[in-house]
């Protein structure tokens, strides 16, 4: 135990130091924007995590909150000129409090598993086609960020957004690691486990899941904010995507569910089997097929992720030692 | 302590129970045994907010607590255990008794000292750092006692504690429930282990078909003709009453 937390510390400090040093060693705009992308990927499957890893709530539409945050966003900054720090600050709070209404009505009616992951889906879907139909997100045209040159949160070089979306991965690791060691985490581990006895042991569970799945929404709308304000624009596919929601779940499940470092490993991997698969065909929908088969492969031989595996190969030169 | 009166829960056209009444204080251990499907579980479940009956009052320490969701019920102090052991699976020993040390505080190396201490008065204070999920039936049973004693209770529940287990597991958890009691924590249990009930119990109600049809000392409800015909059977009373005719 002792040797292993002695151990952690300099592959944590090895860690922090690549992804620092990346965009120094790897310059090119396309492959920091790679870096970016990946960082960018853990972070939303973190925020995925915090409620489908560790309380066991199985999200299928965390788009829902990553799109609110990222309307939030535009409407802010483009209609009523916010100062896009600020308006940032406030698409966290829009996901989060979309995090508290949907985990409200979905929870005060018991929807556990599958039939929660079906409610969650519905919603974002629902949401998209609000989104293309109501006047003030301008429906299927879109919100287009005026460029503006030094104008805050835009991004001139492609390091900038590198490094802010590497302090965010951090934030989220932190968030991570702190449901590891406080009460909080211990309950939703505890509710995803069993909730008949956390209940008996005097857990709320409706409050803590909801808690949980605010502050999930409010790590998702944070990324949709930030996601605007890299890509300037926001449509209600770009919002309300399938393909989003499954991505975040993805790369968690991929990782390791439920651990502080899973999707950062997970979305690593998948963004590297993207480069990959790319390079050997040119037919858009292979990665997607990749992606599918190692879901299915990940789901049957290993769980626990890729987390797990190092777990494993451990436990193993244990035993031939 | 705990006042039940007249609780009742149905589930379609059988009543679980019907119009049970138990009440109990805070230093004696009282057994609630009867035959299989006599209601015991369903009545623990009323008793502490799982299900929520259909009529009657549960009152603990002079508060109407029925109908209160579970957890709350909890957090005043009335705790119970599952019979089929619920250990949460993905948890360590340690982890899982701290979930229950955390009813009390939010403070994580305070319910981590709570929970070495609370693991130690059940004896397994040697299985901290296991996977709940390999723990043998008789350490799974201790872990359910551990996290409920962990939440500082006035009042345990104790749902089958000892059902399979061997003999001499029976009497080092027979202690253990005995040093708890002591400790100035009620305690209600429900049982199918005479040697457990016998060895712990002052009070016993008997519960058959969802009523209680006696109450008392132990070994004076052992030998009530309505519990020996509702444990044999009302077939072996009907062969007795052939017997007295030929």
């Known amino acids: ?321 | 302590m705990l006042e039940v009166t007249q609780l009742s829960k149905r589930y379609g056209g059988l009543r679980a129970i019907d119009g049970a009444s138990l009440s109990l204080s805070k230093d004696r251990i009282v057994a609630l045994i009867g035959p299989n499907g006599a209601g015991k579980t369903t009545l623990f479940a009323a008793i502490s907010g799982f299900v929520k009956p259909d009529s009657g009052t549960v009152v603990f320490n002079g508060e109407n607590i029925t109908a209160t969701p579970p957890h709350a019920i909890s957090r005043k102090g009335l705790v119970r255990t599952f019979q089929i052991t619920q250990p949460f699976m993905r948890l360590s020993v340690l982890e899982n008794i701290m979930v229950g040390a955390y009813a009390t505080t939010a403070n994580r190396r305070l319910a981590r000292d709570k929970a070495v201490e609370i693991a130690s008065r059940v004896g397994m204070e040697h299985l901290l750092d296991m996977d709940s999920s390999g723990l043998t039936v008789a350490a799974r049973k201790r872990l359910e006692l551990a996290r409920a004693l962990a939440t500082d209770p006035q009042l345990l529940l104790l749902d089958e504690v000892m059902a399979g287990l061997n003999p001499t597991e029976v009497a080092e958890i027979v202690e253990i429930v005995k040093k708890i009691q002591e400790s100035g924590i009620g305690i209600l249990l429900t049982e199918h282990v005479m040697q457990a009930v016998v060895a712990l119990a002052d009070d016993a109600y008997v519960l058959n078909n969802g009523r209680v049809i006696a109450h008392g000392a132990l070994s004076v409800v052992m030998r009530d003709p309505a519990v020996i015909e509702a444990y044999l059977g009302e077939d072996t009373a009907h062969l007795d009453a052939g017997d007295a005719h030929a």
Request: net charge positive; aromatic share 12%; glycine share 12%.
């Open chain 1, 1 to 321: 135990m002792a040797s292993a937390t002695r151990l952690k510390l300099p592959l944590l400090l090895a860690l922090l130091a690549a992804v620092l040093l990346y965009p120094w060693i790897f310059t090119s705009n396309y492959a920091v924007n790679w870096g970016m992308l990946v960082l960018f990927t853990a972070f939303l499957g973190q925020s995925w995590n915090v409620s489908g890893g560790f309380a066991g709530q199985m999200s299928f539409g965390h788009a829902a909150f990553f799109g609110t945050g990222a309307y939030a966003y535009s409407i802010l900054v483009v209609s009523y000129g916010i100062n896009p720090w600020l308006a940032w600050l406030l698409a966290m709070v829009a996901g989060g409090a979309m995090g508290a209404m949907i985990g409200f009505l979905s929870f005060r009616f018991g929807l556990k598993g599958s039939y929660f992951a079906l409610i969650t889906l519905a919603f974002a879907e629902f949401l998209r086609v609000m989104a293309d139909s109501v006047s003030f997100t301008q429906g299927g045209l879109g919100i287009l960020i005026p460029l503006q040159s030094g104008a805050p949160m835009q991004f001139e070089h492609a390091w900038e957004s590198y490094y802010l979306a590497a302090a965010m991965c951090l934030v989220a690791v932190l968030i991570a690691a702190g449901l590891k060691y406080t009460r909080f985490g211990a309950r939703l581990v505890a509710i995803r486990d069993n909730e008949s006895a956390a209940m008996a042991l005097g857990i709320d569970i409706f409050r803590q899941k909801v808690l949980c799945l605010t502050l999930s929404g409010a790590m998702a709308g944070a990324g949709g904010g930030f996601y605007v304000s890299k890509y300037l624009y926001v449509d209600p596919h770009i919002a309300y995507n399938l393909g989003r929601s499954v991505e975040m779940l993805l790369v968690t499940m991929v990782g390791g569910a439920g651990t502080v470092f899973g999707p950062l490993w997970g979305a690593a991997a998948i963004g590297a089997l993207g480069e990959l698969t790319r390079s050997l065909s040119q037919s858009p929908g292979l990665s997607l097929v990749v992606y599918g088969v190692i879901l299915i492969a990940i789901v049957a031989f290993l769980p626990g992720g890729l987390t797990s595996m190092l777990g494993l190969l451990r436990k193993r030169c244990r035993h031939h030692a």
